[in-house]
């Protein structure tokens, strides 16, 4: 391979690893807003009933106490308001194999989960495809430059969802050891988490290998398309990217209809 070759890879994995952080500290901005609203809806609450008893009382008088114990109110600190949502409890049988099913509007894509090896992905997929999770969302993301995947799994739709926790990282040697350039190749087939780069971080968004692709062994690899599959999704890929770049929405929009998980 070309030394420019090489360096076209690196670098589109690189921009990969970046958008995967930047996706991450949007979504954690975002629940830091969300905890600052909701506290801050909190106090005006227990202010309104305040003032409301006061008024009752001293027909309408103490406003003035009222303001001033309204700016004595203490701001809520976003870290403390934080709360992540616990892992779905286990319920799979872990020695078993299990088939995740999406009926998309591009073909049937359809994809084994070893258990033995990924119980906590399997497991978490199992229990939000059985309560709809995945049903109507889009496959958001496409590379079709140094790496190629198809990225879905996220209910926004923008890269910054998720289902409120994270799932640990593994099978993370399962492809081999890394190279000098510190990545293994993900085979054609493998579907894999997405994250931030950072151990911990998989949520619900994953991501489907059309094509080999080379990348760090940090994205749990916890599937593995059938041909028909892998067939349907290198037809979105070979479409392109939305524009002509070579990462973002697909052109060939591919919407998840209905996801299932059974046992195999």
């Known amino acids: ?40 809806v909190a106090v005006v609450a227990v202010i309104g009933v305040s003032a409301f008893v006061v008024a009752g009382k001293d027909d309408g008088k103490d406003d003035k106490k009222t303001d001033a114990a309204a700016s004595q109110s203490p701001e809520p600190t976003p ?17 078993a194999t299990y088939t995740m099913s999406l009926g998309t509007s591009q073909g049937d894509i359809a994809f084994a989960m070893d258990a033995a090896k990924t119980p906590q992905t399997a497991n978490s997929f199992k229990a939000l495809a059985d309560k709809g999770y995945f049903d109507g969302t889009k496959c958001h993301r ?10 879905c799994g996220d209910p926004k739709g923008d890269g910054t969802g998720g289902p409120g926790y994270n799932i640990p990282d593994e099978n993370l040697t399962a492809l081999g050891k890394a190279g000098d350039d510190g990545t293994v190749t993900f085979p054609a087939g493998t579907v894999a988490m997405a ?3 950072q151990p911990g971080t998989g949520g619900s968004q994953f991501f489907l290998v059309y094509k080999d692709t080379k990348l760090p062994p940090t ?5 593995k398309l059938d041909k028909a599959s892998l067939e349907n999704v290198e037809k979105v890929g070979a479409a392109g990217v939305e524009g002509g770049a070579g990462d973002g929405a ?3 929009a591919v919407e998840i209809e209905k996801a299932t998980v059974k046992k195999s």
């Open 142 to 151: 496409l590379t079709t430059q140094g790496i190629f995947v198809l990225q």
């Open 79 to 95: 870290s403390e308001s934080e709360s992540k949502a616990p892992l779905p409890p286990m319920e799979i049988d872990k020695k």
């Open 219 to 223: 994205y749990t690899p916890f599937g």
């Open 195 to 197: 994250n931030t780069g």
């Open 250 to 252: 697909p052109k060939k």
């Open 1 to 40: 391979m070309s030394s420019s070759e090489q360096r076209r890879r690196q670098l589109a994995r690189e921009k990969f690893e970046r958008q995967q952080k930047r996706r991450e500290e949007a979504r954690r901005r975002t629940r830091r807003i969300t905890a600052i609203v909701a506290a801050s």
